[in-house]
């Protein structure tokens, strides 16, 4: 299976900063089937980025994402106060699909 | 706006049956896939397996021993199995939209092993 190591573990930032997230790969993503997910306490994760670049609905363009093969990276632009959260990411390329450790966006 | 909500057990006995169902309402049932993930302290997110609404499936190899997946297009619901549980299943379980990547989430359920 393919095994998706996301750093740093923890990053600490203040609003209004960027945030640069990164997901690595065990081997290469089919077809960038490379999905971000933001998950609150308390509630259940929701779908920022797919396919590696697209937002889903709803989204803000605050939210970008860049990327192929074995490295991927989620950006932040300028943090809002809603944003701090922990952040995965999960491949859906390959059965079976697997998620990241998961990085956490915490407040400076 | 599809919503899915879990509902089930939140406490089942070691060796026993985990069984829950996801009910879907707010969109289309039909021609789409629905997935179970978990989530455990100890492990993370963990994608269990999707269903198809024709009633096809694939599971995590991990657990495809212990894993029965169903469908019932017109309650627009599906369900999820899980046989001879043990504590290392103790999560929350979400249902989701989509056949690995998750569209739509439900809020969870908190499923415990113990006796």
């Known amino acids: 299976e393919i095994v998706l190591t996301q750093s740093p573990g923890t990053l600490s930032l203040s609003p209004g900063e960027r945030a640069t997230l990164s997901c690595r790969a065990s081997?290469?993503?089919?077809?960038?089937?490379l999905a971000w997910y933001q998950q609150k306490p308390g509630q259940a994760p929701r779908l920022l980025i797919y396919?590696?670049?697209i937002r889903a609905t709803g989204i803000p363009d605050r939210f970008s994402g860049s990327g192929s093969g074995t490295d991927f990276t989620l950006t932040i632009s300028r943090l809002d106060p809603e944003d701090f959260a922990v952040y995965y990411c999960?491949?859906?390329?390959?059965?079976?699909?697997?998620f990241g450790p998961g990085t956490k966006v915490d407040i400076k | 706006q599809v919503q899915l909500q879990e509902s089930g057990p939140g406490l089942v006995k070691p060796s026993e049956t985990l069984s829950l169902t996801c009910t879907v309402s707010?969109?289309?049932?039909?021609?789409?896939?629905w997935s179970w993930i978990r989530q455990s302290p100890g492990k993370g997110l963990e994608w269990i397996g999707y269903?198809?609404?024709?009633?096809?499936?694939n599971y995590i190899p991990s657990l495809k021993s212990r894993v029965t997946m169903s469908v019932d297009t017109s309650k627009k619901q599906f369900s999820l199995k899980l046989s001879s549980v043990t504590a290392a299943d103790t999560a929350v379980y979400y249902c989701?939209?989509?056949?690995?990547?998750?569209?739509?989430w439900g809020q969870g359920t908190l499923v415990t092993v113990s006796s």
């Open positions: 989701a939209r989509g056949p690995g990547i998750a569209y739509s």
């Open positions: 707010g969109g289309s049932f039909s021609s789409d896939y």
């Open positions: 269903i198809y609404y024709s009633g096809s499936t």
């Open positions: 081997q290469s993503i089919s077809s960038s089937y």
């Open positions: 396919g590696a670049s």
């Open positions: 999960q491949q859906y390329g390959t059965s079976p699909f697997t």
